[in-house]
């Protein structure tokens, strides 16, 4: 069984390594991030909800190893006990973290809450008849959206009940929480890049490709964020500049990742990219800067792909 975790660990370090992350950094990297995001959940959010929302996080985090198709292939390689070790140890490891933050935060019942869930997460798995295919409200084309919800559809429900949630305690941070954690939802669509050929079949320029990419990715977010955005502007209307600023910083933030989704392509983005994308959504003025960036980069990547001469 030990075998099995070291193995884990050294493919953890190869897809580093393969990002051009080398782990001794990508770690340190990976947990500050987690400190800051554990800090805006408590921070923005009333105390007295932050912890639920903080173990929703934590509990998602697992629900991915529940996939019926990893378990049948553990099932497959080791003992039933042994297979029952390596579950409740994989929910342990990465809700400790989580853990600990909450050790820091004094909510010492809510980790003997946390470590239950993960147990109980433990012993099942997730399934869907090989036969159904959840339906989408999106085109195929492009496959971001209708694949990235398929697989984050869970979040949906959390997003609008967090957005209800802000109405009937009146606060409104938590409102504009739903907002951002749709949004990062949204922008994690761009991170999977479409095979070469898919590119190469399209009969666009660069210029054409791009902007019919942030037309519909634009539509469908505009879509799926409307239901929070109106909720917020009517039930919070002395805040109503406030949200509007948010909304239009999403788009914002949702059109550079489209963009800055092909700045290497057809190779996934590089380390480097990744940060100046990562720093332009720390510093807002940044954004100007790296927008143009990234369209220069993607337009003359796109355009060796697509024989755009122009």
């Known amino acids: 069984m030990k075998w099995y975790f070291v193995l884990q660990i050294k493919m953890l370090n190869r897809h580093l390594n393969d990002f051009g992350v080398p782990p001794a950094l990508a770690y340190p990297i990976l947990g500050l991030l987690f400190v800051l995001g554990s800090n805006f ?35 497959l390689s080791f003992t039933r006990k042994a297979y029952s070790k390596i579950r409740i140890l994989e929910n342990v490891l990465i809700l400790t973290p989580f853990a600990i933050y909450l050790i ?4 010492y019942l809510q980790i003997l809450y946390l470590y239950l869930l993960g147990l109980i997460f433990s012993k099942f798995t997730v399934s869907t008849p090989s036969s159904f295919v959840i339906p989408t409200p999106f085109s195929k084309q492009p496959f971001e959206f209708s694949s990235g919800f398929r697989k984050t559809f869970y979040i949906y429900p959390v997003v609008y009940w967090l957005t209800y949630k802000s109405v009937e305690v009146q606060n409104f941070n938590l409102g504009i929480f739903s907002l ?13 890049m479409e095979n070469q050929f898919y590119v190469w079949s399209f009969k666009y320029s660069a210029k054409e490709f791009l ?26 209307t002395e805040f109503i500049v406030i949200v509007v600023v948010f ?32 720093l332009s959504l720390s510093l807002i003025p940044f954004v100007v800067i790296t927008f143009r960036y990234f369209y220069n980069k993607s337009m003359l990547k796109l355009k060796s792909v697509l024989n755009d001469k122009h």
């Open 41 to 75: 959940i408590f921070y923005s959010i009333e105390s007295e909800y932050a912890v639920y929302v903080y173990l929703l996080v934590a509990v998602s985090t697992v629900l991915k190893l529940g996939e019926k198709k990893r378990n049948d292939f553990l099932k």
């Open 104 to 107: 820091y935060e004094s909510e």
């Open 180 to 192: 951002l954690l749709l949004f990062f939802t949204l922008i994690s669509y761009y991170t999977k």
């Open 211 to 236: 902007f019919k990419k942030i037309k519909i990715g634009v539509r469908f977010a505009t879509l799926l964020s409307l239901p929070i955005f109106t909720t917020l502007c009517v039930f919070f």
């Open 247 to 278: 909304q239009c910083l999403c788009f914002l933030y949702l059109i550079q990742a489209i963009i800055a989704k092909y700045s290497d392509f057809p190779k996934q983005i590089n380390l480097p990219n990744s940060m100046i994308f990562a």
